[in-house]
């Protein structure tokens, strides 16, 4: 047993740790404040590799794995949370366009990997269907061109400037048998977006709600096949969750950091125990899956843990330093703005806490 | 023993109640409304345990929480403004540099100071020395400053001069801003206050952050359907609302204890530290009840989660 990171896995680490300590760590503050998409951080993160960093290099990727994944994700979450989002997001998009795409599908990784497209989109959720994905009411009707796409989607990370949405569907007047993904061109007719929400962090990510009215996509957009669409999404979330898992265990050494900085050391060690737990489930996690073994209950603890353990050390961190830490100056307040939505997004922990007891539960069965 | 509030009690428990619903619909995330603080003094709720002879209500400690927790269901700043400014006339009881219909800033000490200032004496003079967050909504030209004085915590007023307003995480309303005082000479109105009242009513506007969070939770939760029904059936929902509504009664129970004339400060500090994580922990859970969309500034939720932060540091 080592569960110590490789050479090749500590090289992404570096990249990943160099460009947020000379880039994102001078940038967070002002895009914060003016809730501004990081389009020229992330063309210079995708051609340090980080778009793609468990693709292919026929992709255009790294190629460094799921462990190299989870460690660049960490680093530039310490530096900013919201672009950290935005490269889980569009890893994601790409792994998912790897795993399961074909033909011109295949081609947008490398537009994403690139930097080429500033983002990719990943839309299933809606403002009525978060937890309980499958009851989704996005509509594609079959027709002589391809399908139909009606419907409306919540809450999609980069929305308003990514390249190529991944957009889930029933098909036809089907129930959820019927769910399947379509690689969708965000310029196509009848996409229109609203307004960014107003969250209470990560501002500079962009999260938007999309409506699909009356859009024809043709034929070929179907991503495997009618049916498998709902099953795609469970295994993204999978991947997804170790990047979130990750991006938590960031913000929580992040934390640790600004309390070991300005004097609490003692405090900060206290605190580093519940981190080191989080770190170990996460990259527990990420190794697995790099391995290609089931990992879907350890995804779900990672994120589970990590995001848990990011808010308590925020706050335990604001309870110790005092007053001063509820001031932007500290960090601290917007480490815990930042976080507090890793419990909520890619599965809520009560979600990740089914997933977690349905897999427990397997076992004993 | 006897649990119920006095008729007096429910009548200022009335009153607010109505006052604060008036001004429910109110944007109250930039600045406490003005109206709103002219009715309070109106309606003689800047100076609740003032002597009646200086314009005060005379009323009791506990009307003063009740008067705290109802407001700070609607307006969290408003409320811990009403609470720091009581505090202080009730420190500064009969001493006539309070006006008890003017509202002075409040600063590092009340209630929000864990780097308390301290004061020296200079013989002829006191002197204030420290750095803190001041809560200014109405552009008063001095602070209340709490500083410790050889191991006792005093009450200075101090002349406001430059600073630096703030965004903190909550409370925004209040205004913020920071100052430095570095050797400001400061009337002295007491060399050893009791902070029991101060804390109390402090405690008091957590705990009506954790009740207003808990409404939000249940309103939310009771709309929202998941797996076809709303979350309110859902068992781990209800195990939540049931774990909040009992820590609230426990933290509204410390306050009411605390705030009885038998009760020491040590007790108001408990209650301030209990119910300064009772409304942590409360309101957190409510924002987790609304899913995504208590991560927005569409729902009150995502304010009294950031309201709720600024009673980390008396946790
Ligand atoms: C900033 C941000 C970015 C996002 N980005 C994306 C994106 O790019 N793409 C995308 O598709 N989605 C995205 N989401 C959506 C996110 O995945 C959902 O918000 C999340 O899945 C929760 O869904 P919901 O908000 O509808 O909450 P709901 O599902 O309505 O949940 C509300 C509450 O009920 C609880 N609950 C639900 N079901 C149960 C149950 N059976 N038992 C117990 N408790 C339950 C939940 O845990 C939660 O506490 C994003 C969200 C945010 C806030």
Redesign the interface.
């Known amino acids: 047993m080592n569960l110590q990171p490789g050479p090749e896995q500590l090289k992404m680490q570096n990249v990943a740790r160099e460009f947020a300590t000379n880039t994102l760590r001078n940038t967070a503050t002002e895009l914060e404040k003016n809730h501004q998409f990081p389009l020229e951080q992330l063309a210079e993160m995708a051609n340090l590799g980080l778009m793609g960093v468990n693709i292919d290099t026929k992709y255009g990727g790294s190629a460094a794995g799921v462990v190299g994944y989870s460690l660049a994700v960490s680093e530039i979450a310490m530096a900013d949370p919201a672009v950290a989002v935005t490269m889980c997001v569009n890893n994601m998009v790409a792994e998912v366009l790897a795993e399961f795409g074909e033909g011109e599908q295949l081609d947008h990784i490398a537009e994403i990997t690139s930097g080429r497209y500033p983002a990719g989109s990943f839309c299933l959720s809606e403002p009525g269907s978060g937890s309980d994905a499958a009851s989704m009411q996005t509509r594609a009707v079959p027709n002589d061109d391809g399908y139909v796409l009606n419907g409306t989607k919540a809450w999609i990370t980069s929305g308003e400037f990514a390249g190529v949405y991944i957009v889930w569907a029933t098909v036809g007047d089907g129930g959820r048998e019927t769910i399947s993904a379509f690689v969708v061109d965000p310029k196509s007719d009848g996409i229109s977006w609203g307004k960014p929400e107003e969250k209470m962090g990560q501002h500079a990510s962009n999260t938007v709600q999309l409506s699909f009215d009356d859009v024809q996509i043709p034929k070929h957009s179907l991503l495997a096949e009618v049916g498998h669409g709902f099953k795609i999404a469970m295994m993204a979330l999978d991947g997804g969750r170790v990047g979130i898992g990750s991006q938590a265990l960031g913000i929580a050494k992040e934390a640790i950091n600004v309390l070991r900085q300005s004097g609490h050391g003692q405090a900060a060690e206290r605190l580093a125990d519940d981190v080191r737990a989080a770190e170990l489930l996460v990259w527990r996690a990420a190794w697995l899956k790099q391995q290609k073994r089931p990992f879907t209950k350890e995804a779900s603890m990672a994120k589970l843990y990590a995001s848990e353990a990011a808010c308590r050390v925020c706050e335990a961190a604001i309870s110790e330093m005092g007053y001063s830490a509820t001031l932007p100056a500290q960090k601290l307040e917007k480490l815990l703005r930042d976080g507090r939505v890793t419990r909520i997004y890619e599965g809520t922990s009560e979600v990740q806490r089914i997933v977690i007891s349905r897999e427990v539960m397997k076992v004993s069965a | 023993m006897n649990f119920d509030l006095t008729e007096d009690q429910k009548m200022v428990q009335d009153m607010v109640q109505k006052l604060a619903k008036s001004y429910e619909e109110r944007s109250i995330d930039t600045s406490i409304d003005q109206d709103l603080a002219a009715e309070l003094g109106a309606n003689g709720l800047l100076g609740v345990c003032a002597n009646p002879e200086l314009g005060g209500s005379g009323l009791d400690l506990l009307s003063l929480a009740i008067c705290v927790h109802e407001l700070a269901q609607v307006d969290a700043a408003a409320a811990v403004v009403l609470a720091a400014h009581n505090a202080l006339t009730a420190m500064n009881a009969n001493s006539e540099a309070f006006f008890v219909d003017d509202v002075p800033a409040f600063g590092p000490g009340i209630p929000?100071?864990?780097?308390t200032p301290f004061a020296a004496d200079e013989g002829d003079r006191w002197t204030v020395h420290g750095t803190?967050?001041v809560a200014n909504p109405f552009g008063a030209k001095q602070a209340a400053v709490l500083a410790s004085t050889n191991g006792n915590v005093g009450l200075f007023l101090v002349p406001l001069q430059e600073s630096d307003s703030?965004?903190?995480?909550?409370l925004r309303g209040a205004n913020w801003s920071?100052v430095t005082f570095s050797g400001v000479s400061a009337e002295c109105l007491s060399n050893n206050v009791d902070l029991k009242a101060a804390q109390t009513a402090v405690a008091a506007a957590a705990v009506g952050i954790a009740r207003a969070g808990l409404h939000e939770g249940l309103a939310y939760a009771s709309e929202r359907?998941?797996?076809?029904k709303p979350l309110t059936k859902f068992q781990?929902t209800q195990f939540k609302l049931a774990n909040m509504a009992t820590e609230i009664d426990a933290a509204w129970l410390m306050v009411q204890a605390a705030a009885s004339v038998a009760a020491p400060e040590s007790e108001a500090t408990s209650a301030l530290r209990f119910a300064s994580r009772v409304a942590?922990a409360t309101v957190?859970e409510a924002?987790?009840l609304h899913?995504?969309y208590?991560?927005?500034?569409?729902y009150p939720i995502?304010r009294l989660?950031?309201d709720a932060?600024?009673f980390?540091?008396a946790?």
Do not use: C, H, I, W
């Open positions: 929000f100071s864990n780097e803190g967050l703030q965004t903190p995480m909550g920071t359907v998941q797996f076809g781990a942590n957190d924002l987790q899913g995504g208590g991560y927005t500034a569409e995502e989660y950031r932060k600024m980390l540091p946790q």
